[in-house]
């Protein structure tokens, strides 16, 4: 029993070493709050690890006008708490990238911009964000469909 609650102990002090940086959830609510005449439809929160894109599958209904807004934290006030050492040397540089089904880029937006979406046809869509530095810890990408 005690070598069972030695391995957990060591197994959970191990991969919270391993954790990278997330943008906090001040800095997500800012950037929502950036885009005014929008309802907010969810938010991509993603952190990086090793320079990989990060891709989220969603879907988009026809007829509607859509905006994918990317932020990016300027310091480490924005990163969860205890991940900060992570954040040295910091840098702010993401891509954000609209794909369809068969992998057709739609539109693409790099730092603090967004980009608008008419959408031709009710499918599944992929959100990519993609870290332009390898000190990029975190980026927030925010989707919303734009008021009638």
Not at 14 to 40: D, H, T, W
């Amino acid at each position: 029993m005690k070598l069972l609650r030695l391995v957990i102990v060591i197994f959970i002090t191990l991969s919270s070493l391993c954790v990278n940086a997330q943008c906090k959830q001040r800095f997500v609510y800012e950037c929502a709050l950036q885009n005014s005449g929008v309802i907010f439809l969810k938010e991509f929160n993603t952190k990086f690890s090793s320079g990989k894109i990060q891709k989220h599958k969603v879907i988009l209904n026809k007829g509607y006008m859509y905006t994918l807004q990317l932020c990016n934290p300027s310091d480490t006030q924005y990163l969860e708490e205890g991940n900060s050492s992570l954040a040295t040397g910091l840098a702010v540089n993401s891509m954000l990238s609209l794909y369809d089904n068969n992998n057709n880029i739609l539109a693409t937006t790099t730092r603090n911009f967004k980009f608008t979406f008419f959408c031709p046809k009710t499918d599944v869509y992929w959100v990519h964000i993609m870290p332009l530095s390898p000190k990029t810890t975190c980026a927030v990408a925010i989707l919303s469909v734009i008021k009638r």
